[in-house]
């Protein structure tokens, strides 16, 4: 099942760690089937507040989405945004095709 690594990048502190943790990203990303979905951009805040930018980041199953967060080369640059940003940072199954919402009930 596809599984997703969400972040709410609360705050950022861009500079030359920021900036190299974005250069670097993408190729950690890569060998576990990991892609963009959403990265910052537009928020229409419809409810409540939402300070910051929405990250999503696609992989084909929760195993990949783990072996990347715990690889070697992502570890590498981790820091780089740990320590110059705020996040809250979750893990989250997708679910199967034509999903209802009652289906959590079961």
Same mark, same amino acid.
């Given at each position: 099942?596809?599984?997703?690594?969400?972040a #709410?990048?609360r705050? %950022? @502190?861009?500079? $030359?760690?920021?900036?190299?943790? &974005? #250069?670097?990203?993408? %190729? @950690?990303?890569? $060998?576990?089937?990991?892609?963009? &979905?959403?990265?910052?951009?537009?928020?229409?805040?419809?409810?409540?507040?939402?300070?910051?930018?929405?990250?999503?980041?696609?992989?084909?199953?929760?195993?990949?989405?783990?072996?990347?967060?715990?690889?070697?080369?992502?570890?590498?640059i981790?820091?780089?945004?740990?320590?110059?940003?705020?996040?809250?940072v979750?893990?989250?199954?997708?679910?199967?095709?034509?999903?209802?919402?009652?289906?959590?009930?079961?």
């Open positions: 099942m596809t599984a997703y690594a969400v #709410h990048m705050q %950022a @502190t861009m500079g $030359p760690q920021i900036v190299e943790y &974005l #250069h670097k990203i993408d %190729a @950690t990303l890569e $060998p576990f089937g990991g892609r963009f &979905l959403v990265h910052g951009g537009n928020l229409e805040v419809m409810e409540n507040d939402w300070p910051g930018h929405l990250i999503i980041i696609e992989f084909p199953d929760r195993e990949r989405l783990r072996d990347w967060y715990e690889s070697p080369a992502y570890r590498a981790l820091p780089l945004r740990t320590a110059n940003s705020r996040s809250d979750v893990f989250a199954d997708g679910v199967e095709h034509l999903h209802k919402a009652t289906d959590v009930l079961k």
